[in-house]
């Protein structure tokens, strides 16, 4: 599969690459541009600039995602679970990292902070009818189908 080129545009001195961990990892690691440590106390949320922002193809976004190890390790991730930014963001990416644990976390500058990973859409139309086509589902929602 041919790869995207995705520009990407460092905004300071202190922003880094995104890096992946392996040939066939999916995310790319983003790093705190920070100039020093940041504490996130428990249950406490701070935002944390990557430095980066990125130009993406049309009909593509980028997702951060937590980094499983500072997720399941420290209780370290995204406050919003996954953060989306569209293709025609120029903006920073910036991290809101909450604190899950109870116990204080600090970042360092140039930690790993999170991950992202480019993926298309599927652009829609949104239709307003009076009725929807029936299904033996139904309205049936959580737990419906099961357990």
Request: glycine share 10%; net charge neutral.
């Amino acid at each position: 599969m041919k790869k995207k080129e995705i520009k990407v545009k460092k905004l300071n001195k202190l922003a880094k690459m995104p890096t992946q961990g392996s040939e066939f990892s999916a995310g790319w690691d983003l790093y705190a541009a920070i100039e020093e440590p940041v504490t996130i106390q428990p249950g406490e949320t701070k935002k944390i600039g990557t430095g980066l922002s990125f130009e993406l193809p049309i009909h593509m976004f980028g997702a951060i995602y937590a980094r499983s190890g500072l997720a399941t390790k420290y209780g370290i991730a995204p406050a919003n679970k996954v953060g989306v930014c569209d293709c025609d963001y120029r903006g920073e990416y910036i991290v809101a990292l909450h604190n899950h644990s109870n116990e204080s976390y600090t970042i360092q500058p140039e930690d790993r902070i999170a991950q992202v990973i480019f993926s298309p859409y599927i652009p829609a139309e949104l239709i307003e009818v009076k009725e929807l086509t029936e299904t033996a589902r139904g309205d049936g929602g959580f737990s419906s189908t099961g357990r």
